[in-house]
Nanobody, 124 residues
Framework: QVQLVESGGGLVQAGGSLRLSCAAS????????MGWFRQAPGEEREFVAT????????YYAESVKGRFTISRDNAKNTVYLQMNSLKPEDTAVYYC?????????????????WGQGTQVTVSS
């Protein structure tokens, strides 16, 4: 089993930026895709962005496209989410996820490993 630990959340004003990190420990093999999901109060968890094992392909939700950038450094076993031009509607707990499924399959049940989440709050 792979353990994922997120960091970097916090409180930011609208229009600001935050960078989330997710450190993975444990053994992973090729084709281990990673992603970010988020869950706002009273809402279901939703897909934000995913990235392939090599980092060469990324996939974004329409709501964050052009504002968020996912990247990974396999040498550090870390995936990042750079969030720019933040909006109040981006407020949520952000979760890191990993698994061996297809990076475009954003169904929650298809992702095996999950972090504990980090809170992001965007004030207006």
């Amino acid at each position: 089993q792979v353990q994922l630990v997120e960091s970097g959340g916090g409180l930011v004003q609208a229009g600001g930026s935050l960078r989330l990190s997710c450190a993975a420990s444990g053994r992973t093999f090729g084709n281990y895709a990673m992603g970010w999901f988020r869950q706002a109060p009273g809402e279901e968890r939703e897909f934000v962005a995913t990235i392939t094992w090599t980092g060469s392909i990324t996939y974004y939700a329409e709501s964050v496209k052009g504002r968020f950038t996912i990247s990974r450094d396999n040498a550090k076993n870390t995936v990042y989410l750079q969030m720019n031009s933040l909006k109040p509607e981006d407020t949520a707990v952000y979760y890191c996820a990993g698994g061996y499924g297809t990076y475009t399959d954003v169904r929650i049940k298809m992702w095996r490993d999950w972090g504990q989440g980090t809170q992001v709050t965007v004030s207006s």
